[in-house]
């Protein structure tokens, strides 16, 4: 959906580097970007948007995979059963009757199965991070020493708005590189009686989640998404997080010298946090029954210490 608006070109695009940054917008220090626009008056506002006290996840689980040496994801259980033949640990009495499990987590977050948040530090342009800082202050024995995932230990707690483009286009899905437009956005306020305002999240719903529950399987590479144009639209509403059931960029994007122009856009120069691989599922169904597209989110970020995000389980609460 492009009615009255045109596609911008790849020039347009990269010109984005410099119309959309937020570069010393809030102080040379900065490293919340897009996060400022949540200010306690906002959080309050989200509070509101809770009028019948239900709560969804936004989240796929992370199970176990079945070709453990294939995978980039290993969650393998260890379990001390009661009566198990063992050596006491130091310390401890040679109590028979008590056991326990324990697991050693090992997963790659990134990419296009387990839900998680981005932090800025996650994409560089030119050699460089958001508001201006070097890729080198990323390293690999430390981690990133600038905009990591630990900018957010205080939670992301605001409202989200979800946009059902699906619903929109009357379709229970869209195609793999299929893009989604201003316009698109706009028409989903309309239908679903909503607006978007400075501080939101905006969750975007192109029904892979549906696809994924009935293949039970991820998908590659060529994916439904955001398009590039989306982006001054995002910047001029304020929008503190976007989400998206697929890794966000339509793919592919329509650039040949940009690859992924919403990660790159939204992280280097906007400042703008993302959540990847949402389910959401559960939350348009529930928004559809009760109708009421706007919630309380909250997204709690694991604090890794210098690293570019987080495994996260988003929950919107109606």
């Known amino acids: 959906m492009t009615a009255g608006r045109p596609i911008p070109t790849q020039d347009d695009v990269l010109d984005y580097f410099n119309t959309l940054s937020n570069w010393g917008r809030w102080g040379e220090d900065d490293e919340l970007g897009t996060l400022n626009h949540v200010t306690d008056g906002v959080r309050l506002a989200a509070a509101r948007a809770v009028r019948h006290g239900r709560s969804v996840s936004c989240a796929w689980e992370i199970a176990v995979?079945?070709?453990?040496?294939r995978s980039t994801t290993a969650c393998p259980c260890a379990a001390d059963m009661p009566?198990?033949?063992?050596?006491?640990?130091?310390?401890?009495?040679?109590?028979?009757?008590?056991?326990?499990?324990?697991e050693r987590l090992g997963y790659t977050f990134h990419g296009n199965t387990i839900t998680h948040v981005d932090a800025p530090c996650h994409i560089f342009w030119d050699g460089e991070m958001y508001n201006g800082r070097s890729h080198s202050l990323v390293g690999a024995d430390t981690?990133?020493?600038?905009?990591?995932?630990?900018?957010?230990?205080?939670?992301?707690?605001?409202?989200?708005?979800?946009?059902?483009?699906?619903?929109v286009r009357d379709?229970?899905?869209?195609?793999?590189?299929?893009?989604v437009f201003p316009d698109d956005l706009e028409?989903?306020?309309?239908?679903?009686?909503v607006r978007v305002r400075p501080g939101d999240a905006v969750l975007l719903r192109t029904g892979h989640g549906r696809v994924r529950h009935e293949s039970g399987a991820a998908g590659g590479f060529t994916q439904a998404g955001w398009h590039a144009s989306c982006l001054p639209w995002l910047h001029e509403r304020q929008v503190a997080l976007i989400g998206a059931d697929t890794p966000q960029d339509v793919q592919p994007s329509g650039y040949d010298d940009v690859l992924m122009p919403v990660h790159a856009v939204s992280l280097v120069a906007m400042g703008?946090?993302?959540?990847?691989?949402?389910?959401?599922?559960?939350?348009?169904?529930?928004?559809?029954?009760l109708g009421q597209w706007d919630f309380h989110l909250s997204v709690a970020p694991v604090r890794f210490a210098g690293t570019s995000g987080s495994p996260v389980n988003p929950i919107a609460t109606f």
């Open 65 to 69: 995979p079945k070709e453990m040496e």
């Open 83 to 102: 009566g198990a033949e063992h050596m006491p640990a130091p310390g401890f009495h040679n109590d028979r009757r008590w056991g326990f499990s324990t």
């Open 143 to 167: 981690g990133s020493a600038w905009a990591a995932v630990t900018a957010a230990a205080n939670g992301i707690v605001t409202r989200g708005i979800l946009l059902d483009i699906a619903k």
């Open 171 to 179: 379709v229970p899905w869209l195609e793999p590189g299929e893009g």
């Open 187 to 193: 028409e989903a306020e309309r239908r679903q009686g």
């Open 272 to 289: 703008l946090w993302m959540l990847d691989n949402c389910d959401l599922e559960a939350c348009a169904a529930t928004a559809a029954e």
